[in-house]
């Protein structure tokens, strides 16, 4: 069971790698299911078929399909959303602005990403390859499962009982219907989905993440800290595609002072990621599309390697000892010591670097020891624990 | 009365290169400009040829620059709002110590950027502040939820602080939950007070309107019609497109120059979505744009459209009206009434064929599985009545689903309320 998840910003050919890629796996002989999160439709035009969000069969061992956000957040939240419209529908007639708005369009990616748990939990499939939301959306909400559980934990359970206890009053005096016991079920059930789903998205002997970029500087600063903060959560990165290089030909006459910044950019690239792999493809003479391109495109990238192996396990920690302290060090690129914040309680250490916030479940060794303090030199992150 | 112009579209297009270069040329002409970033992935910087941060900085005559982080201007300009969010989430050490923990909407986080150049705009040192943003569709469109929520805000926060005030102590004792107290509660308030002032600013057609900056690539341009689409539905005023990375007639070399035949069915689809608003073409440069000559170059080639900073002409916008069962969309067109109109959906994009043009209208999510169900023609209105599918097979799976999984929750109630009962009387007996 492997899962190989494609992300990087809009445009940048990730739809077309992912296609690629599961094409030529179903013709390796792999049963591999593809789908994307992507609302523009890019997957069925990659492949030139219709797709919805049922498993199509569109070539041997291959299915396909595209997720609907607003089907898979019905499923998963639907009753605590509905109960929210009551709320506002109520008193505010907001029309279709409020009903859209309802829909919270940040969330849908993230509760689109539960697809995955279903397919995995089908069992059907060797391969599973995701084409994922653009950049930023996909970073920030790889840090929910987290902070909902924070939620289901420790605030649930208090709102549950404030709201048997008080909700009769609330609602008598201020006609704010109370939430029915259905609304938390759900949102426990919910969190554990996503609890689940993260589990397996965070092994890295099943989940891979593939950053898709082009040589350009925007697009390579933009992957770099993509790189770091999916690598932050604790999430495997192996491999990296650097796609749409310009051939020779095409820099010839006018784009010829193109040709300088992208040899630096691509430079800049090969060293920038570590242990992973670095695929590179080039400019095609026509826009991606169809079977016949998509198989081109694979056998271009995949000349001598099997997409499907993990490339790299580098771990973005490890534990070291020094006298009677203890280190944990985090490989964590590409930040300011500035803005890194770092807390303990209990098993639980905090890691806060500018907005974004983690938490690792630390081992007993370490959970018992105080933390003592931290250092960040090099890209590393050495964080000490003693005894007191 | 100053100016507020927002820049907007993905990374990688080229916007901070044209908010930079509109911002020279403002200030170029005497006018006193502040150029602001608020996207996470600054490059004013880079840009001026200069560090630029969190300080305000003056890069030429009358020109300032300042690059905003949400999650410092959180902390450090808003603290009561911070510990209040904090308050809200529950109240355990962890959330008091960190106090940039908060569990937000996705969006949400940029309208403290947004709070912050309001206050900015009111200090009155700016005749013109032209915001360099992350695309900001989605954030504007959460701008409408404090307006949904005045009512209960009006009603509820009177009885909620005296109930907080009788029931505080209770709460602690028997349930272990800090309610937000009085002050909170009064900073709640103003938060939401702050955030309806700061919609009506930027929806105010007379001081703040948005352009968009895309360049004619499948994705970019899907990305950019779907922002259209939430900055229309939510009434902000885009009054100019700027396409980027058009390339030239002849590039030299026959690759480059079948690419330009593969631009420009997007060319095509951008200009039939961007009927009423101006689109300005930008040539793809051969080179960067980085530092203050080439931004001077860009604001020189480029910008040379009459009316750089003036207002658009006011346009009556399409607006939707729920209708039982569904929506009616309403297009403002002079002469409907004698026109051969042909109206096709494809999904979430609307075609209006006219005798002699097209116009393509990106429509809300939640239109996505509707069907057109009639077309009224009136004098200078176009209606379009939009009936909510019946449920499909899929969705039909669903409602089984959501059906089952309440069944099973039905059964597992008895359970739960004997495990409440045993949690309730742990605590009485002091073991949690």
Known sequence: MRIIIYTGKGGVGKTSIAAATALFLGNKGKKVLVMSTDQAHSLSDSFDVTLDSSPREISENLWALEIDPVVESAKAWGQLRDYLKQIIRQKANGGLEADEVLLFPGLDELFSLLKILEAIESGKYDVIVVDCAPTGETLSLLRYPERLSVLADKLLPSVRNFTSAFGGIISRKTTVPKPRDEVFAEFDNLVKRLSRLREILVDRNICSMRIVMTPERIVYEEARKNYTWIRAFDYAVDAVYLNKIYPQEALKGYFEGWSKLQEDIIRRIRDSFGECKIFTLTLQKEEVRGMSMLATVGNQLYSSEDPAQIFSRDHAFHMEDEGASRYLILDLPYVEEKDISVSKEGEILYLTIKNEMRCFSLPDEISRRELSGWSYVDGKLKIIFDYE | ?432
């Open chain 2, 1 to 432: 009365m100053g100016r507020i112009i927002i820049f907007t579209g993905k990374g990688g297009v080229g916007k901070s290169s044209l908010a930079a270069a509109h911002a020279v040329s403002s200030a170029s002409g005497g006018t006193k400009t502040l150029l602001v970033s608020t996207d996470m992935a600054h490059n004013l910087g880079d840009l001026f040829d200069t560090e630029a941060g969190r300080e305000i900085k003056t890069v030429m005559d009358c020109l300032d620059i300042l690059e905003l982080d949400p999650d410092w201007i959180m902390q450090h300009e808003y603290p009561d709002l911070s510990r209040v969010l904090g308050k809200l989430i529950g109240s355990n050490s962890l959330l008091e110590t960190n106090p940039g923990d908060y569990f937000l909407l996705p969006g949400f986080e940029n309208l403290f950027s947004l709070l912050k150049i309001r206050k900015l705009y009111l200090s009155g040192v700016y005749d013109r502040i032209i915001v360099d943003c992350a695309p900001t569709g989605e954030t504007l469109s959460l701008l409408k939820l404090p307006e949904l929520l005045t009512w209960y805000m009006e009603k509820f926060f009177p009885v909620g602080k005296v109930m907080v005030r009788i029931l505080s102590p209770i709460s602690k004792l028997k349930y272990r939950v800090s309610l937000p107290n009085h002050k909170a509660m009064d900073e709640i308030e103003e938060l939401h007070a702050r955030l309806v002032l700061l919609q009506e600013l930027l929806q105010d057609p007379e001081i703040c309107t948005v352009r968009l900056v895309c360049i004619p690539e499948k994705m970019v341009v899907e990305e950019t019609k779907r922002n259209y689409m939430y900055l229309n539905l939510y009434g902000y005023q885009v009054d100019r497109v700027f396409m980027n990375r058009i390339l030239p007639d002849d590039t030299g070399n026959e690759f480059m120059n079948h690419w330009k035949e593969i631009q420009k069915p997007y060319i095509e689809e951008l200009e039939s979505v961007f009927v009423h608003v101006p689109i300005t073409r930008i040539p793809w440069y051969p080179d960067e744009i980085r530092g203050m000559e080439s931004v001077q170059k860009l604001s020189r080639e480029v910008l040379q459209y009459p009316g750089l900073f003036d207002l658009p002409p006011k346009r009556d916008r399409e607006i939707y009206i729920t209708i039982p069962n569904g929506y009616k969309l309403m297009i403002p067109l002079p002469g409907a009434d004698h026109m051969q109109i042909k109206v096709k959906k494809y999904q979430l994009d609307l075609d209006i064929t006219l005798h002699n043009y097209n116009r393509r209208i990106p429509l809300p999510y939640i239109l996505k599985d509707a069907k057109i169900a009639d077309l009224i023609q009136e004098k200078d209105m176009l209606s379009i009545i939009f009936k909510l599918e019946e449920q499909s097979e899929e969705k039909k799976d669903i409602s089984r689903e959501i059906e089952k999984r309440k069944q099973e929750r039905e059964a597992g109630k008895e359970k739960r309320k004997a495990r409440i009962a045993r949690f309730r009387k742990g605590k009485n007996g002091g073991a949690i």
